[in-house]
């Protein structure tokens, strides 16, 4: 099992609407969550930290379901300007503060 | 915040050469720096990590004989890919460790390498 999963997309909705997004992680005794967003030939930019039950910060909301080891990421009324890819990242378990990342999910929204 | 320059953005190579990839953080200063490698539609993977003035560390199955690092000073890291070839053609991005204690990364803009 990879350690990070998620659903490669994409997610094509239209402007306004609400879309979710999981991410899966293999380790059970990882503590920090992140949420990236990445545009095309960019580099990945910090959207949202996850360190307890969830998140919110505006339209996005990140929850964390430790049981069944899953992270989601919920974006309200969504803008032209959400496309991006948004990457799912844990952190290693080595006390090195390196991360690890998901491949992503494709997110385009349409006017 | 802190800022993290690369150059080139992009550089197009021949086969067999080789390709240095600069990583500078311009208002702070790294004592440690990550090399990471993206091909389209995969995630980031982390290749090595720099160390000022140590020889840097690299993950497992990447050839540190191929991609050399030099981390030179406080501010600047580099990247050689020797004997470039077209499976070398990516995305790779260096990032700076942020706050002390935390996950907080700064990233560079990324440098496109294409080997023909």
């Excluded at chain 1, 909301?61 to 992270?71: D, E, G, K």
């Excluded at chain 2, 942020?98 to 803009?109: I, K, V």
């Amino acid at each position: 099992r990879k350690e990070v999963e998620q659903d490669p997309g994409p997610f094509n909705v239209p402007e306004g609407a609400t879309v979710a997004f999981n991410c899966t992680y293999s380790n059970s005794a990882s503590q920090s969550f992140f949420w990236y967003r990445q545009d095309c030939r960019k580099e990945p930019k910090l959207l949202m930290s996850v360190y307890s039950s969830g998140n919110e910060d505006g339209r996005f909301t990140a929850q964390l379901n430790r049981a069944s080891q899953y992270i989601s990421l919920l974006i309200r009324d969504s803008k032209l300007s959400d496309s991006a890819t948004y990457l799912c990242v844990v952190p290693r378990m080595d006390s090195s503060y390196k991360l690890i990342f998901g491949s992503g999910t494709r997110l385009l929204v349409r006017p | 915040g802190a800022v993290v320059s690369q150059h080139p953005s992009w550089v197009i190579c021949k086969s067999g050469t080789s390709v240095k990839i600069e990583c500078r953080s311009l208002d702070f200063q790294a004592t440690t720096m990550f090399w990471y490698r993206q091909f389209p539609k995969q995630s980031l993977m982390l290749m090595a990590t720099s160390n000022e003035g140590s020889k840097a560390t690299y993950e497992q199955g990447v050839e540190k004989d191929k991609f050399l690092i030099n981390h030179a000073s406080l501010t600047l890291s580099t990247l050689t890919v020797t004997s470039a070839h077209p499976e070398d053609s990516s995305f790779y991005i260096c990032s700076a460790p942020g706050t002390s204690g935390t996950y907080e990364q700064y990233f560079g803009p990324g440098t496109r390498l294409t080997v023909t």
